[in-house]
């Protein structure tokens, strides 16, 4: 009897631990999948000038979205609808072959950051042309990682490689055809003028042109910071009116071509710094100029 009695007491609570651990296993075993369907996978490329952009839209998720900027190096970027909420979080990212191709390996590729907010994975250049190069093989860049609300699930985010490779050479040709600029080129910019002038040459002209292009390439420009200076010659107010003048000048053909005004500190000296000396021509030449510093 004593027996009996324990064994009808145990078997619900037995019934109740069971029920509660698959409960819990459900729970802990959530996975929630996001990729496009493959009959419906749209890459898409926009070829620029100076910018190429290659993007995919992943449905209910977000974006994924290769970019390059002449300067500067190539970049992809994972978008999100719902912002990553967690700091210090990492992802499993690899690369898996489609069902068709069941005798190719998965390529590991590694744990990358998740960034706090809408764009939780920026990749910098050496794994963003990995990421191409998987693609241009027909495999699937896999993004892998615990879900932002409570851990619970596990989230993929799937880069379908199929569809891809029309938009891909062109984005990889204009990767290729991608000025390349640097800061030390266009950092210190040196302008002359004809005596008591101060209208921008043809040369100086060229040269700002250049100097616009590199600009809107820069998003991390704080200031164009732009001097101007007079020989000797003449009277002291009327060089630094001149000096004035060439500064405005530069400032005003920047502007035409698109540049910022709020990005302009300008500085008028006369003859109060010379490059050189103002006792030869050569030397009062080289002093009626305009100097265009920019700061980052």
């Known amino acids: ?30 996975v929630q999948h996001y990729q496009a369907p493959l009959g419906n996978v749209n890459w898409q490329t926009s ?18 979205t290769f970019t390059q900027t002449a300067g500067h190096k190539l970049e992809f970027r994972l978008t999100a ?23 190719t390996g998965a390529v590991d590729l590694g744990e990358v950051p998740i960034h706090k907010g809408n764009t939780p994975f920026q990749l910098q250049e050496d794994l963003s042309r990995r990421i191409l190069v998987e693609l241009q ?32 050479d062109e984005f990889i040709a204009c990767l290729a055809n991608l000025p390349i600029y640097k800061f030390s080129d266009f950092k210190d910019s040196l302008l002359h003028f ?21 600009i809107k390439t820069d998003p991390q420009l704080k200031y164009i910071d732009i001097t101007g200076h007079t020989d000797d010659i003449g009277q002291h107010r009327s060089n630094e009116k001149l000096s004035q003048q060439r500064s405005q000048a530069v400032k005003n053909y920047l502007i035409a071509k698109g540049v910022s005004p709020q990005l302009f500190k300008l500085k008028a000296l006369g003859e109060r710094s010379p490059k050189a000396s103002n006792r030869t021509d050569k030397g009062r030449a080289q002093n009626r100029r305009a100097t265009v510093r920019l700061v980052k």
């Open 47 to 64: 070829s620029k000038k100076l910018h190429c952009t290659l993007s995919h839209e992943i449905p209910l998720y977000g974006t994924a």
């Open 137 to 168: 093989k027909g495999m699937f860049p896999t993004f892998s990682y615990r879900d932002w609300a409570d851990a619970r699930d596990e989230v993929i985010v799937v880069l379908p490689g199929i569809t891809i490779k029309p938009v891909l």
């Open 1 to 30: 009897m004593h027996y009996l009695s324990l064994q009808r007491t145990t078997q619900p609570v037995v019934l109740l631990i069971i029920l509660l651990c698959s409960i819990s296993g459900i729970t802990r075993a959530g």
């Open 81 to 103: 609808k719902r912002q990553a909420s967690r700091n210090r979080d990492r992802a499993h990212l690899r690369s898996l072959p489609p069902e068709w191709k069941h005798q």
């Open 194 to 214: 004809a005596f008591g002038k101060s209208t921008l040459n043809k040369k100086s002209q060229k040269r700002l042109d250049e100097l616009v292009r590199y």
